[in-house]
Structures are given as structure tokens and as C-alpha cells.
């Protein structure tokens, strides 16, 4: 009978000792990250690369519609197809050699970079797509901005080599003096457009040679070392030369490989390639998959969380409402910090109070859904939300009570008034901007003691208004009345001693109420915002309601 009891003791342990390996090889071989560009610079066509490479779609053109339909699949909603521009964020996962990769997709527009600020909270790196004809674009600045802010590390792919492209030692120079971030050249273009000769590896003093075969979207590439004697012939004498000078002037004037710099977001390491031609893609995934680290721990009110530990925890960071018309339904995005979730367990919403199973639990691929039985920290998981979870919300097992540091919210910059133009209606205009509100995708106010009938919506970028608009008018049938505002700047009043509608404010200056009781004051310019200090001694204003970013 002992024996028999110690027997079972030792499968016992072994099995455990088999699920914790599991747990940490399933874990480690996880990369989880964000994709970011300027619109048009190629972010859709690399993600479709590295999707063809993981063997998730059969196809090339599976990501992106036809050339008339301006929009990938992972763009939902219409006014995405309008516009042609990616308002939402999508999730994708797929497998590559052995890594189980999920990429975040980001809105390319600046004016949703508070989305994409919240995507990159769920990353643990993040890939700057440029336009090597273009550089560093506008709205290109903004997003990266916001990625300076994670200090995440940025990985950069200067695209479409196979077109006219800018000095490489340019672009280099402009995204360091224009992004603020030192640059490491992992391999180096040789030539551009139609003299495109191929990429010298740095590392290996070696080069893979383009040649592109039968219309752009096909290559050849040939590997070939840098000593080798064919190799003048193969690139022609003149792009042999300057690249000689090149590799002089780089081992000698650029910063060295410093991975430490890299993980702290300090140092990018930059890939030259063309995603259309399939020229430098694997590469790039090749070297990406082993420089970045597998997921990161998140930290918590009980400090950092181990994503190692067998416990799970994740958190919201981002909800989508009717992402399919024919399902109108509202999607939670978890970012999975640590351990594994299973379809059946029961786990504990924090800030809800509450023990409940998550519903429908889905990993999304482009437009596809798929329902899954488990997923491990690094994982996206979408759940089915009956409207319990908002952003920044920490779902755990319920042997663990502690919350992830909050997601900051971005000072709205735009303002408008904003009521139904069919009074009947308000009941459908309270439900629509309170979930659209709770998604993230506005901010809303109100005149202190007054109701819902009419709010204040703040938003950080304008296309966020003709969004929130659009949706109103077709997922609520609520037509709605604006009236622009002239406010920029939204302050939060930090007392709680002092009764705001007491306060000495310029006649410009609008005293508001968020919805959850905070006061906030709305000014247009900084000068009234010193003013009010000024003539109100003690007032304490903050730019941000939670956190600082
Ligand atoms: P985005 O998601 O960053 O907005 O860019 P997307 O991949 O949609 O690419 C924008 C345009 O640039 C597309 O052309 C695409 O084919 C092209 N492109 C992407 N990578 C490369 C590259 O390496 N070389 C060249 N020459 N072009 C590239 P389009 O004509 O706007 O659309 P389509 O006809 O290809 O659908």
C-alpha cells in the first residue's frame, strides 16, 4: 500500500513537473508584437508576408482586398473602406518555425493614437514599417512618439528598395534626429530601383542578391560572400565600389549592436528589404523572432508579474462593439500576462468584483474567428463582452487579487457639443455614446448636475468625431447634432477640498464633470489655463486623469 501511495505521489509530481514545462516552453517560444506606419508605406503587405511564411494564409492577397477595395480585411468597419485608412487595431496569431507569433495591427492614422498607444501596452516590441522614397512621415512621428513613451523596442523595415528610394545614410540620419532614437543597421541596400542589387548582411559579410523574375512580385535571391570574386560581376563594378566605401564608413561611424539599448526601446535595430517583391521579409522575421524576447511581465499593485507563473492574469486593453454587423456584438481584447487560460475556468474581474467564465474565448484573424480551449501569457484572447469590462481592467485566477497598472488616458485636444437631433431618440444616444465612450474611442463630459441629453465629447484626433458619427448614425440610428467647440485643453481639477463652481474662471473657460464625478476645466488657450492658476491660489491641475504617460 505505501508503495503503492508513493507510486502515485511520483506520477503526480511528474505530471506537474510536465505542465510547468509545457506552460514555460509554450510561453517562451511566444512573440508578441505591434506593427506600426505611416498609411501606404507597406505595413499590410509585410504582415501578409510574414503570415504566407507561418503558412496562415495560402495566398498573397488574402490580407489585402482587391486594388479597387482600398482596405485590408483587417480593417472592420466601412468607414475604414471609405477613407481607406485603418481606424482599428486587429489581432492576428500564427506560427512560424517554431514560434507562435501574435501581431497587433495598428491604426496608420494619427488621429487614432490612442489606440494604437493602447495596442502597444499589450506588445512587448513594436515594428516601424518606412517608405524608403519617403521617411520619416507625419503621422509617422506622432505614433512613433507614443512608442518612445512604452519604452518598448522598435525594430524598423525601410520598404520598398525596389522602387527610387532615399539615401540609406539619410534616412538613418533622419530617424535619429527626427525620432530621437540611435539606429543600427543590421544589413545595408545596395543600390535602389531599378539598379536594386540586394542587401549586404552585416553579420555574416554576406550578400543576398535581388533579381527580380517576371513582374515585381516575384525575386530570386542569391546568397554570395562579400569576398567572393563573382561578386563585382553579380552587382556590376560601380555598386561593388560604393558599397566598399559604404561598409567602411558604417563599421566605422555607426553605433555598435548594444541589445541592452535595444530592449529599452534606446537603439533600433533597421532592416532594408521590399515587401511586395518578398525580398529581406524572412530575414527580417528570421533576426526579429531572435532578438526580441519572449512576453514580458506586466507590473501590478502587487509589483511585476511573472509571465512564468502558473497563475493567470491578463488585462483589457481594448474593446470593440459590433465588429460584425450580422453578430452585433461587443468584442474584450486581453492582453494574457501570465500562466495559461483554459475556456472553462472560472477567473476574478477585479475592478468588477466578480468570479465569472469568459465567454466565447476567440483568437481573431483578420475578419476570421476562431474559438480556442486554451492560450498562454503573450496571447490576445477576444471575449465576448455583455458590457462588464472597460480599458485598462485586470481579469485573473481568483486565488490572485491584484490589478495591472492602469492604461493612461490621452488629454483630449477637440471638442464638440453633442445632442440627438430626434428627441425620442435618447435613449438610443445614451446607450451609443456611453459603450462608445467605454471602448475608448471618445471621451465624454458633461456640465455639472445636468443629465445625459446633451455631452461634451472630447476627442484627440478629429477623425475620431466623423467615427464616433458614423457609428451613431449606423450601429445606434441616432442622427446627431455638433456644435464645434473652441476649447484645446482639458485639465482635471486634482482638489477634492475646494467646490469647483467656486473657482475664478475667464468667461471663455467651461467648468465640465467627467462620468465618473471627476471636475475638469476647459480652456482655449494656455494663457487662460495660468490665469485661472493665478487667480485661484491652491488649484492644482492635472493634464491626465490617471497615471502619467
Ligand atoms: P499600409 O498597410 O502601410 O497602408 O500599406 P500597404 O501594405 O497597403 O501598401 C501600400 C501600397 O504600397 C500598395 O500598393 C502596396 O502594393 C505597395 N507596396 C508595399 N510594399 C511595397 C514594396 O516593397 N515595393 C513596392 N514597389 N510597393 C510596395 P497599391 O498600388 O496602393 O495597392 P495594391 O494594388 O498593391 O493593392
Redesign the pocket.
Known sequence: MYNYLVKLKVIGENILSDLSRNLEQEIKRRRTFAII??????????T?KFLLYGGAIAQAGAV????SA?H?TSDWMEIEKQRGI?VTSSVMQFQYEDYCINILDTP?HQDFSEDTYRTLMAADSAVM?IDASKGVENQTRKLFKVCVMRKIPIFTFI?????EARNPFELLDQIEQELGIATYPVNWPIGCGKEFKGVYDRHNRHIMSFAATGG?HQVAATEVDLSDSSLANLIGSENHSNLMDDIELLDGASDEFDMEAVNCGLLSPVFF?????NFGVEPFLENFLKMTTSPLGRNSSQGPIDPFDDKFSAFVFKIQANMNKAHRDRITFLRICSGKFDKDMEVFHVQGNKKLRLSQPQQIMAQEREIISEAYAGDIIGVFDPGIFSIGDTVCSPSCKFEFASIPTFAPEHFERVYAKDTMKRKQFVKGVTQIAQEGAIQIFREPDTGMEEVYVGVVGVLQFDVFDYRMRNEYNVELVKEGLPFSYIRWIENKDIDPKELKISSDTKLVEDFSGNYLLLFTSEWNIRWALERNEGLILSEFNQGDI
Do not use: C
Open positions: 506606419s505611416h498609411p501606404d508605406a507597406g505595413k499590410t503587405t509585410l501578409e489585402k482586398g482587391k486594388k482600398r485590408a485603418s496608420g514599417v520598404n520598398k528598395l525596389d522602387r515585381s528589404g521590399s515587401a511586395l517583391t
